[in-house]
């Protein structure tokens, strides 16, 4: 797979640790892209914030992600050679009706989303926080956070199609109950907005944050 060589990503990886605090494969795969050399501890936090909690969904997965990056920043720091730089992500998917939609629970409760989704918009939200660590470790670090939204629109989907693709797995480890990347390719209409977003990392949203903290001098 080819590689991003981009210039000031080679200072990041020779005088920061940087790790992803996910798990997640596809922003792994979309990480793998760049000339950025970094390790995965994913984090221990429970994703139990109440969603009533917060003004808009924006706002309640960019709380994911920062305390995602708090955490692992947290177990990490004080044990390594190099300041660090974590990056924290979660991604939500909002019907139309504004209901915040994760990874389903069940079989069921995947065909329940699904059947919802069918012939209407949902907008995937992403947040993503990037703490910094000082280059001489003593000032507090710097925290950069962004949200992207972006629209899908389904299909109509009968219930044998919902079935199947339930039926295939894929649904069960994504927020909305769908891979837009993969299977669920075949029934969405149209997208508004960052295509890899809706994968699970907005990539241009992320090398635009990395670029901003290079060009105040954090890199």
Not at 152 to 168: K, M, N, P, R, W
Request: contains cysteine; aromatic residues 10%.
């Amino acid at each position: 797979m080819a590689t991003l060589n981009i210039p000031f990503f080679t200072t990041i990886s020779d005088r920061f640790r940087v790790i992803l605090a996910s798990g997640s494969p596809r922003r792994r795969e979309l990480l793998d892209r760049l000339n950025l050399h970094y390790e995965v501890i994913p984090s221990d936090f429970a994703e139990d914030l109440d969603k009533a909690q917060f003004a808009s969904a924006g706002d309640y997965v960019l709380e994911n992600a920062i305390i995602k990056a708090q955490d692992v920043y947290q177990r990490v720091k004080g044990q390594s050679d190099k300041p660090l730089l974590i990056i924290g992500a979660d991604t939500v998917v909002v019907n139309s009706a504004g209901t915040i939609l994760e990874k389903p629970a069940s079989e069921q409760d995947a065909i329940c989303t699904l059947k919802g989704l069918s012939g209407k918009s949902n907008t995937v939200f992403t947040g993503v926080c990037l703490i910094v660590g000082s280059l001489d470790g003593t000032k507090d670090p710097v925290v950069e956070r962004a949200v992207e939204a972006t629209q899908v629109v389904f299909g109509d989907l009968d219930d044998s199609i919902v079935e199947a693709y339930v039926a295939t797995g894929e649904p069960m480890d994504k927020a909305g109950s769908y891979a837009y990347q993969s299977l669920a390719c075949f029934f969405v209409k149209e997208i508004k907005g960052d295509y890899y977003n809706v994968v699970g990392f907005p990539c241009a949203r992320f090398y635009q944050m990395l670029l901003d903290l290079h060009h105040q001098g954090h890199f």
